[in-house]
């Protein structure tokens, strides 16, 4: 059996991973002429964790990031709201929260893959299905098949939209800023800070630097001004708590911005011989830190139910069936914590924090136990 996976980003690449492990041909088309993410960090938590682990990857992984410490829920001024215990999580899930840059991650998926299975320069441009297979065009005049295909480009999929899914953006009603630099790690304290319609996080990552990011209350495709994006930030995070604004003066121009989107969820993702997987399936919000995590909990249960001596569409809709609604809740729930932290008025502010600092430990792991505490399997 091969499998044309579309999109070369995180969940692409472990799905096509996945799928050789469980013996099954899988080659990855992506439209970008290199596998690269530029400035971007990203911390993956114990769903995650457990999912890679199985796919071999769990030394190559710790070579290559760091493990979270002690997780502060702050203040503008820095006062704590809650502080999540690592040692806690690691008992509870079985793994804590780990931090590293995007382009680290990606350089390890496509070596564990194998470059040679990884076509770059390939936008997919139509796709036509029958019962002997699948056959994806590309705009470079190449056509690959195989016999099933799975979508996994991205917010802005391609597949999703050749698969007859119009459906629009949700603009979250709040933009993101992020940022890598280098930075004394021992001048952080990892965790996120809420203002009033802002909010900054900050964690630390190999090679003496640190992945930062913001967010705030925005009209949808604003510019930043003409000033620069350093000296806006510079002035919604004025006064906030040590080291913010030295973070933000460290990323000078490097600093990256996009509008942040999700989508309503669909109640069906593919048909016959082709399906969809990750953001291209349930694009998320980044606010519960679950957008790759949930993709890399599709590939291996995308893997576990193809075989060469089963129907292709049984084990599509087997996975869809699997995956759908899990995926359904965690769009919404993680809709929901990004407007609360984005809450504008400064009286619901401050009712906010208190209650947030009177919740017990207990019900915050009791609440988020069904997202980050579930494990996929390759095999059953």
Request: with cysteine; proline share 4%.
């Amino acid at each position: 059996m091969r499998v044309i996976v579309v999109g070369g980003g995180i969940g692409g690449l472990c799905a096509a991973i996945a799928l050789r492990e469980r013996r099954i041909d899988a080659q990855v088309y992506e439209k970008t002429p290199a596998l690269q993410e530029v400035g971007g960090g990203i911390s993956l938590w114990p769903n995650a964790l457990k999912a890679l682990r199985k796919l071999g990857l769990a030394e190559k992984l710790d070579s290559i990031s760091l493990a979270s410490e002690n997780f502060s829920l702050r203040r503008w001024n820095g006062a704590v709201v809650s502080v999540t215990s690592a040692a806690e999580m690691k008992r509870r899930f079985s793994g804590g929260v780990i931090a590293l840059h995007r382009a680290d991650l990606l350089s390890m998926l496509a070596e564990k893959l194998g470059r040679e299975h990884i076509h770059l320069g390939h936008e997919c441009t139509s796709i036509d299905q029958d019962a002997d297979g699948v056959a994806a065009r590309f705009a470079n005049s190449v056509t690959a098949r195989g016999e099933c295909l799975v979508g996994a480009d991205g917010l802005h999929s391609q597949t999703r939209k050749l698969l007859g899914h119009m459906d629009p953006l949700r603009y979250s009603g709040y933009t993101a800023w992020r940022a890598v630099v280098q930075f004394d790690p021992s001048a952080l304290t990892p965790g996120e800070t809420w203002g009033c319609g802002k909010r900054f996080g900050m964690l630390p990552i190999q090679g003496g630097r640190a992945y930062w990011y913001a967010a705030a209350n925005a009209p949808e495709n604003r510019q930043d001004p003409s000033q620069g994006t350093c000296s806006l930030l510079l002035s919604y995070f004025k006064g906030w708590h040590e080291p913010i604004e030295a973070l933000i003066r460290a990323a000078g121009s490097t600093i990256l911005r996009h509008d942040v989107y999700d989508r309503i969820p669909l109640r069906a993702w593919g048909r016959g011989r082709l399906t969809l997987l990750g953001d291209a399936a349930h694009p998320m919000t980044p606010d519960l830190g679950q957008g790759a995590c949930q993709g890399i909990e599709d590939a291996l249960e995308l893997a576990r139910r193809l075989a060469p001596d089963r129907s292709v569409a049984d084990g599509l809709r087997d996975y869809e069936a699997a995956r759908v609604a899990r995926t359904a809740k965690v769009v919404w729930a993680s809709r929901r914590f990004g407007t609360i932290g984005q809450i504008g008025m400064q009286p619901l502010c401050w009712l906010r924090d208190t209650a947030l600092s009177l919740v017990p430990k207990a019900a915050t792991h009791h609440r988020f136990a069904p997202i980050i505490g579930y494990e996929a399997h390759l095999a059953d």
